[in-house]
């Protein structure tokens, strides 16, 4: 069973910084790119950024460019979210996704979710 | 960047009842790369369709997605209790964009 777990939301400054982590488990982790997606408080979804199976290539939304940086560790079957220079706009719970294919673009399994509260 | 607008943004209707869903795309997306997501409250978002219409693990028949260019739609032929949320399109031709969902609820 695919599980994708989440850790590292919190309330943070506007200007500071937080690293999220994810979890994986269920499946071959390198075989996969995987995606955070963020969701403000009562809105839609958003893209964030996407990182190859093998941690090579990696892509993310104008609105982050920059600021944050996708990594993973495939000894630990790990996704990360480095987040700098954070604004009040990047409130959102942020979940981890797994692309259904290597690089599709499509997600086919997401964690429950970290908060992240950007306030001062 | 290719934007995508769903309509109606609130759907109302009763349990047995057909449910249609539009995504319409601001330009054509390329080889049909629109997916469907269900996401209920509290819940992280699910994946139903992906390919404008082939459905994914585990989804019911009763789902099912149709279209091409910039016109594409999400049918549930008979609402089930279980189907009442927010869905969402979203597609993958040119780089990546959500539409801002519907709400089917029950009337």
């Known amino acids: 069973e695919v599980q994708l777990v989440e850790s590292g939301g919190g309330v943070v400054q506007p200007g500071g910084s937080l690293r999220l982590s994810c979890a994986a488990s269920?499946?071959?982790?390198?075989?996969?790119?995987m995606h955070w997606v963020r969701q403000a408080p009562g809105k839609g979804l958003e893209w964030v950024s996407l990182?190859?199976?093998?941690?090579?290539?990696?892509y993310y939304a104008d609105s982050v460019k920059g600021r944050f940086t996708i990594s993973r560790d495939n000894s630990k079957n790990s996704l990360y979210l480095q987040m700098n220079s954070l604004r009040t706009e990047d409130t959102a719970l942020y979940y981890c996704?797994?692309?259904?294919?290597?690089?599709?673009?499509?997600?086919?399994?997401w964690g429950q979710g970290t908060l992240v509260t950007v306030s001062s | 960047e290719i934007v995508l607008t769903q309509s109606p943004g609130t759907l109302s209707l009763s349990p047995g009842e057909r449910a249609t869903l539009s995504c319409r795309a601001s330009?054509?997306?390329?080889?049909?790369?629109l997916a469907w997501y269900q996401q209920k409250p509290g819940q992280a978002p699910r994946l139903l369709i992906y390919?404008?219409?082939s459905r994914a693990t585990g989804i019911p028949d009763r789902f099912s997605g149709s279209g091409s260019g910039t016109d594409f739609t999400l049918t549930i032929s008979r609402l089930e209790p279980e189907d009442f949320a927010v869905y969402y399109c979203?597609?993958?031709?040119?780089?990546?964009?959500f539409g801002q969902g519907t709400k089917v609820e029950i009337k």
């Open positions: 996704a797994k692309d259904l294919l290597e690089m599709a673009t499509i997600f086919d399994y």
């Open positions: 269920g499946f071959t982790f390198d075989d996969y790119a």
């Open positions: 990182i190859s199976g093998d941690g090579g290539s990696t």
């Open positions: 330009q054509s997306v390329s080889s049909s790369y």
């Open positions: 390919g404008a219409s």
């Open positions: 979203q597609q993958y031709g040119s780089s990546l964009s």
